[in-house]
Structure formats: C-alpha cells, structure tokens
C-alpha cells in the first residue's frame, strides 16, 4: 500500500515547455486535488475531482490543466511553462475530510 | 516555547519542552480543523483534528484546543523532540466547502 505516489520528484522547465505531473493512489479513494505550495503561503488549490470523470477549478487554476483517467490517476498539466509555476505540486487523494499527500514534485520554470 | 500572532514564521524550542503553535482562522462558518506536519522535503501529514463542537482534543502527545470565541486554534506538543522539527500548519473546513490552509510555523527543537 503505497497511499499517494507522484513523479516526477524534481522537474526543471524552460518557459514555453510543457509537461504533465502523474499522482497515483492505491487508497480507492474517489476525491483527488492539486495543490501548489509557495514560500510565505498556504497550500492553494488548482484543481480537484470529486469523482472519476469529473473535474473542476480551484483558487488558482489559471495556465493548468487536469485529467482524471480513472479513479487511481489524477494528472495536471502544464502547457506552456511560465516562471510564475516555479512551485512545489501536492497531490492529494481524500477521504471523507481527511486528506492524504503525496511527496510532492518540486518544479523549476526558468 | 509558544508562537504568537498570526503570522510568527518560527519557533524554537529546547528539546524536552512543551511547544504551543498557534493559528488564527477566518470563517467563523467552519466547522471542521486539522493540523498538519511537513517535515523538509514531504508532503503534509495529518496530525490531529476536532470538530466545532469540542474545544479539546488530545492524541499522542499532542493536544489541540479550539476556542471559537476568538477564533484561534492551538496545537501543544508535550516533550517536544528532535524528530518534531517541522512546519506545522492548520487547516479549516467550512461545512460543504473545501479546506483552507494556513501558512505554517517552523518548529525546531534544539538538542
């Protein structure tokens, strides 16, 4: 049981480039969220699923993208990498209220 | 060693000692709290959490107090030790809303 996996860990982009952050869960949950984590702030949400088919915006989702392929995979995607992406990206899967986290994919947009 | 104020980025404490790390929430609608530990490098991991109508709870050496009045949630850790160096942050959940998270306090234990 591996509870919340994310690749890659370490990611640097050039600006225009994109890519897509993979999260897996092994917990059957049906609840995924993208979080980012920025020095001096809270965790923002840029988006979550409720369910399997089903996506919607959170507090930033400007310049991303999601894809929830089946009830394990959540992934986001970055279209064309702007240096204000520069950020640590949580995956969380979530259980009644009670979240749990990925490792996190620390991104570097020069 | 006790934070203070909304925003005290860092507390520093000796090991053995009593921490208290505070936070101040906004919604007075919310109705559900955590708090959260990220050690350097991981994702958060869940600590402890209450519910609106309670104004403590403990667990493993950690307590959490709630005081709705104010609005300001506190998480005490007893004997604080070395692996407790961590940011610790809380989060609030109106009912039917989604979480809310606060900026964190770095706690570190001195040897």
């Known amino acids: 049981n591996a509870g919340v996996t994310q690749t890659p860990k370490f990611q640097v982009l050039k600006t225009g480039q994109s890519m897509t952050l993979q999260c897996a869960q092994d917990m059957n949950h049906n609840s995924m969220y993208w979080y980012r984590q920025d020095p001096g702030m809270g965790l923002r949400l840029i988006y979550y699923?409720?369910?399997?088919?089903?996506?919607d915006k959170g507090e930033v989702p400007n310049g991303y993208n999601v894809s929830r392929l089946n009830k394990r995979e959540f992934s986001l995607r970055l279209e064309s990498a702007a240096p204000s992406q520069t950020s640590v990206y949580f995956c969380?899967?979530?259980?009644?209220?009670?979240?749990?986290f990925g490792p996190g994919t620390r991104l570097t947009v020069t | 060693g006790e934070s203070v104020g909304l925003h005290l980025p860092t507390l520093s404490v000796q090991e053995g000692d009593n921490s208290i790390i505070n936070c101040a929430y906004s919604?007075?609608?919310?109705?559900?709290f955590i708090w959260y530990k990220q050690e350097s490098g991981k994702g958060p991991q869940f600590i402890i959490d209450i519910r609106s109508n309670m104004d403590k709870r403990q667990g493993q050496r950690v307590t959490v107090l709630l005081n709705k009045t104010v609005k300001h949630l506190s998480l005490q850790i007893a004997a604080t030790q070395p692996g407790d160096s961590a940011v610790y942050f809380c989060?609030?959940?109106?009912?039917?809303?989604?979480?809310?998270f606060g900026e964190g306090t770095q706690l570190t234990v001195n040897p």
């Open positions: 989060a609030e959940n109106p009912s039917g809303s989604r979480l809310t």
């Open positions: 919604n007075s609608a919310s109705d559900y």
């Open positions: 699923s409720a369910s399997e088919g089903t996506t």
């Open positions: 969380a899967s979530i259980y009644i209220r009670e979240q749990y």
